[in-house]
T-cell receptor, first 118, second 113 residues
Framework: NAGVTQTPKFQVLKTGQSMTLQCAQDMNHEYMSWYRQDPGMGLRLIHYSVGAGITDQGEVPNGYNVSRSTTEDFPLRLLSAAPSQTSVYFC?????????????????FGNGTRLTVT | QQQVKQSPQSLIVQKGGISIINCAYENTAFDYFPWYQQFPGKGPALLIAIRPDVSEKKEGRFTISFNKSAKQFSLHIMDSQPGDSATYFCAASISGANSKLTFGKGITLSVRP
């Protein structure tokens, strides 16, 4: 199993450009999520999904869109990039759509996408 | 209001020493407390976790100590090695429907050879 795969690893965008960060998992996990990691801010939840066709907002959703058409894929879209979106983005998944990161369903993270917006 | 607070913000330890990272939480409904370890260029990965029905859990050189009355839990790394140099996140969640993992801000541990 490859686990959680994120592409690209690095990306530089100009303000106003759009792009999609890809995330795929091969563990048949129902729950998938996107976090951003910024210095001194820890991991903040952007959007999450408890199954195909179901998505919801996390604590910092503004400026980002998601969709979940299959169990395996959960892309994150930046519609109009801003310098404040410069960050490292992590996709994470877990087996249970209810016990998300809990005792019986730990979170599995990808290796991240480092995004710079100039 | 930050629900899970870590201290210190960074830590430097000599090889062979004990690394201690503390975490305090606000919500007494939390009932699951994991620690995640993140190496440079990688995503976080579950290291060790504890539930509040025990006061301590040990896995190899890593131990979680839990103090329910003080609403604190800590990670102890015995015989710290340079390979332990990483960022450590504590987290907490409430079991049950729609559970959500809340992370601390993370601390960077450097183990000097």
């Amino acid at each position: 199993n490859a686990g959680v795969t994120q592409t690209p690893k690095f990306q530089v965008l100009k303000t106003g450009q759009s792009m999609t960060l890809q995330c795929a998992q091969d563990m048949n996990h129902e729950y998938m999520s996107w976090y951003r990691q910024d210095p001194g801010m820890g991991l903040r939840l952007i959007h999450y999904s408890v199954g195909a066709g179901i998505t919801d907002q996390g604590e910092v959703p503004n400026g980002y869109n998601v969709s979940r058409s299959t169990t395996e894929d959960f892309p994150l879209r930046l519609l109009s990039a801003a310098p404040s979106q410069t960050s490292v983005y992590f996709c994470a998944s877990s087996y249970s759509p209810i016990d998300r990161g809990g005792l019986n369903s730990p979170l599995h993270f990808g290796n991240g996408t480092r995004l710079t917006v100039t | 209001q930050q629900q899970v607070k870590q201290s210190p913000q960074s830590l430097i330890v000599q090889k062979g020493g004990i690394s201690i990272i503390n975490c305090a939480y606000e919500n007494t409904a939390f009932d699951y407390f994991p620690w995640y370890q993140q190496f440079p260029g990688k995503g976080p990965a579950l290291l060790i976790a504890i539930r509040p029905d025990v006061s301590e859990k040990k896995e190899g050189r890593f131990t979680i100590s839990f103090n329910k009355s003080a609403k604190q839990f800590s990670l102890h790394i015995m015989d710290s090695q340079p390979g332990d140099s990483a960022t450590y996140f504590c987290a907490a969640s409430i079991s049950g429907a729609n559970s959500k993992l809340t992370f601390g801000k993370g601390i960077t541990l450097s183990v000097r050879p």
